[in-house]
């Protein structure tokens, strides 16, 4: 079974959204066990420390209510830490498979801004070319971020034409750059999250709302289809013109 199979129901599975056209949401327990499938073929060890994680965090809880003396005390809470502890472990482990899964296709990087917690908003493929390298557009506190997927000697150019597209529109906001990818002076999929949650926080929650609605009413310049795209997959070519 190909890892292509899980590119997108991952990201299903662990977000809130329903997606378009899912006639019915699985349940909780059924998304948990979608996920420990998915971890457990990234990584068969993922598991095992979970389990292991939890175990110990039993054991310890309940160590310390041998030795104060009140163990019928202790045991609840010893089993409500064990899950506690399980499920966060379990929930680094999901993420990491994640990354793991759809780093190096195109389209991962927005499937990656779009869960972001935070007031972000995320435009997909502002601009793109025919080898499915694009430029995705965040908006939030820090001003105008582009995130670019693709080789440094092919996203330079994009970068470059959609930040002059946007200036005029963006006034005076800070516009960012950031190549995701894990060639020199790119930012690898796993940390792009952390890295746009250290940039400065330059506006406010109105300036950002004002910002964006400027931004929005800009003409696209592309259509993408939406989320990770398998590998192998070009772009169509435009109608070609009539001659008269």
Do not use: C
């Not at 506006?203 to 192998?232: F, H, V, Y």
């Amino acid at each position: 079974m190909s890892d292509e199979r899980y590119d997108g129901t991952i990201l299903e599975a662990m977000s809130n959204k329903p997606t378009d056209g899912a006639q019915e949401r699985p349940g909780r327990f059924q998304q948990i066990r979608l996920v420990a499938r998915v971890v457990r073929q990234a990584n068969p060890k993922a598991l095992p420390i979970v389990f292991a994680s939890a175990l110990g965090t039993l054991v310890v809880v309940i160590l310390i209510g041998l030795v104060v003396g009140s163990l019928w005390f202790f045991i609840p809470l010893a089993l409500l830490s064990a899950a506690a502890v399980g499920m966060i472990v379990f929930g680094q482990m999901a993420q990491r498979a994640q990354y793991k899964l759809i780093a190096g296709q195109p389209g991962a990087a927005a499937a990656i801004l779009k869960n972001m917690r935070g007031n972000w908003t995320v435009t997909e493929a502002v601009a793109g070319n025919r080898n499915l390298d694009m430029v995705h557009r965040v908006v939030g506190r820090p001003g105008v971020i582009l995130v670019s997927e693709g080789p440094p000697n092919r996203v330079g150019s994009l970068l470059g034409a959609e930040k002059k597209r946007i200036a005029r529109a963006a006034q005076q906001v800070p516009i960012y750059d950031v190549q995701v990818g894990s060639a020199e002076g790119q930012i690898p999929i796993d940390k792009l999250q952390r890295h746009l949650m250290k940039l400065p926080r330059n506006l406010t929650k109105a300036q950002t709302r004002e910002l964006n609605d400027r931004l929005q009413a800009l003409p696209r310049s592309m259509q993408m289809p939406k989320g990770p795209i398998p590998k192998g997959v070009r772009m169509p070519k435009g109608p070609k013109p009539k001659m008269r």
